[in-house]
């Protein structure tokens, strides 16, 4: 049969489609009346009449799905074409879609302007807006296992969602802002449709996945991933391929098809991360303006938990990651702003429990003048044991001693003087092994020795002078000079000599004295005091230069 008119085989025209998809946003909450166009396949050998009978509430209804696609007697459809019917008068069953996952606190408002907080395992239902904040995600599943995935600052209208009365499902979205992913895991019916509205453009599809991204008022982006996708716009459509994008300016056509940028390279995990943030580097590509992230809680890639961007080379932080195994997917922006098809998904596992130990004693950088340290550190209840290693260099290439110990501590052996490094690792009964602790090191300061005491007579008044090897790192010296080895009868004392000698300018008899001397570091530490050394003075040294400090001496040993 010769058509009397070919308008039918197009829906209508963009511009008509959009005033009455406006006018169903601004009249539905109010009058729940407002015309909303379902696409319906025409089978063969079929007429206005039984497409009427077996959809819509009564035969006569034929009459306004006619008017609506503009046609006129004798009324004739061809196979396959497409014919828009008011949802109105179509008989069917509404069904929702189901929150499989979410992140944040997104909202859902009602066909009744309430707004309330959305929650995994509740239902959307048609007429229902889905918005999204920063950060937020929600996932949703509807009959026939499809899926919508919505992004960050998104707002989505479920327009309808219903089984007609041959049961096939029919879907259309409004994507007002942010950005959708689509996905059908098997090829649509004839009659099923599963259509994404934008302010400038229509996506249908037929067993794909697909992008929808609102990127600003006057800018939309399609992305095909799977299939194939149908785009409306501005009365003209164009088909997209797998790998294909295309842009669509207010009130202009969609731009040809444009092939996305390749799937990048995904980055060189590490076996166990243990420490937060995550830090993974983005690889470079040639033409990529930045990489973009998303890491889901399942492998399916249905939970998102965090998307980021940056740019090539430098790097994603992932901050909020409890410990667990998680899964990357990784895709590519060119600089046209076209996102490439997802590499991955890449397994993270995560392990941050139990942590490193923390070193409690001694304090770091400490010196000490005793060759052995005792080193203790929290303790843990889910440690099996402790590996700790001791070494006389930071990057512990030089171990002095490593070993495994069940106490939170230990004492090292007699060391020499020098700078040393110690720090200890967790690990626990599963046999997981956290970091090492944050190197603790310490100085160990030589002690100081007097040698050979020189007593012969110095200067031209035949004084003595005591003088010993100089040290490091040393402030000062102390000296004490007894007639006995236990020093309780002191005869001299000095804590502020800046020179490693001491001049014995007083009056001193022939005899045996004794000596010794310790060492005081810039910081005010004093070192053990050196084994008593005896001194024996031989030559008398010459009394009438010094006859006040031999007065006063004879006067401080009479009131001792």
């Not at 929650?119 to 229902?128: H, L």
């Not at 992008?211 to 982006?221: Q, S």
């Not at 790097?315 to 409890?322: E, I, K, M």
């Not at 490094?421 to 603790?440: H, K, N, W």
Request: hydrophobic letters at 40%.
């Amino acid at each position: 049969m010769a058509p009397a008119n070919r308008h039918f085989r197009q829906t209508i025209p963009l511009t008509g489609s959009l005033l009455l998809f406006f006018l169903f946003l601004l009249l539905y909450p109010l009058t729940g009346r407002a015309q909303t166009l379902v696409p319906l396949h025409v089978q063969k050998g079929t007429n206005l009449i039984r497409i009427a009978r077996q959809y819509c509430n009564k035969p006569s209804d034929w009459k306004t799905i006619a008017a609506i696609n503009h046609l006129k007697a004798p009324y004739i459809i061809y196979k396959n074409a497409t014919l828009q019917a008011p949802l109105s008068i179509l008989r069917g069953k509404q069904v929702s879609a189901e929150v499989i996952s979410i992140k944040g606190s997104p909202l859902v408002v009602t066909n009744k302007n309430v707004s309330k907080k959305l929650r995994k395992g509740d239902r959307v239902f048609p007429g229902q807006t889905v918005i999204t904040g920063d950060e937020e995600y929600v996932h949703l599943v509807y009959p026939d296992n499809k899926h919508s995935r919505i992004g960050p600052e998104s707002k989505m209208l479920l327009v309808y969602l219903m089984r007609l009365a041959d049961n096939n499902l029919q879907a259309q979205f409004f994507l007002d802002r942010g950005k959708v992913t689509n996905s059908i895991e098997r090829k649509l019916k004839p009659n099923e449709h599963f259509q994404t509205r934008t302010p400038m453009a229509i996506t249908g599809i037929r067993g794909t996945e697909f992008r929808v991204k609102v990127a600003d008022p006057e800018t939309n982006i399609i992305e095909t991933l799977k299939g194939r996708v149908a785009l409306t716009a501005a009365g003209h459509k164009i088909f997209l391929a797998r790998g294909q994008g295309s842009k669509v300016k207010k009130g202009q056509q969609p731009a040809p098809p444009h092939a996305l940028p390749p799937s990048p390279n995904l980055p060189q995990l590490k076996k166990i991360y243990r420490t937060l943030p995550v830090n993974i580097n983005a690889p470079v590509q040639q033409n990529a303006r930045s990489m973009h992230v998303r890491v889901t809680a399942d492998k399916e890639g249905f939970n998102t938990l965090v998307e980021q961007s940056t740019k090539p080379g430098k790097n994603f932080s992932l901050t909020s990651l409890t410990d667990g195994s998680y899964f990357l997917f990784l895709t590519a922006i060119d600089k046209a702003g076209f996102e490439s098809l997802p590499a991955g998904p890449a397994t993270l596992h995560i392990r941050t429990v139990p942590g490193a130990p923390i070193i409690s004693r001694p304090n770091n950088g400490k010196a000490f003048f005793k060759s052995k340290i005792k080193i203790s550190w929290l303790d843990s209840d889910q440690a099996d044991h402790y590996l700790i290693q001791l070494a006389r260099d930071k990057k512990f290439s030089k171990v002095i001693e490593e070993k495994e110990t069940k106490k939170a501590h230990y004492l090292t052996p007699d060391l020499k003087a020098g700078t040393y490094f110690f720090r200890v690792q967790l690990i626990a009964e599963d046999g997981f092994r956290t970091l090492f602790s944050v190197p603790l090191t310490w100085k160990i300061m030589a002690r100081p020795k007097l040698g050979s005491l020189n007593t012969s007579p110095t200067g031209s008044e035949g004084g003595i002078t005591l003088r010993w090897p100089a040290m490091a790192d040393t402030a000062g010296y102390m000296i004490q000079i007894a007639n006995d080895r236990n020093f309780t009868d002191l005869i001299a004392e000095d804590d502020n000599l800046k020179k490693p000698s001491y001049p014995i300018d007083f009056q001193i008899v022939n005899g045996k004295y004794y000596v010794r001397i310790r060492s005081i570091t810039k910081d005010g530490l004093k070192s053990p005091w050196t084994a008593p050394q005896a001194m024996t003075v031989e030559a008398e040294s010459s009394w009438l230069p010094h006859a006040a400090a031999v007065l006063g001496f004879i006067a401080l040993v009479l009131i001792f």
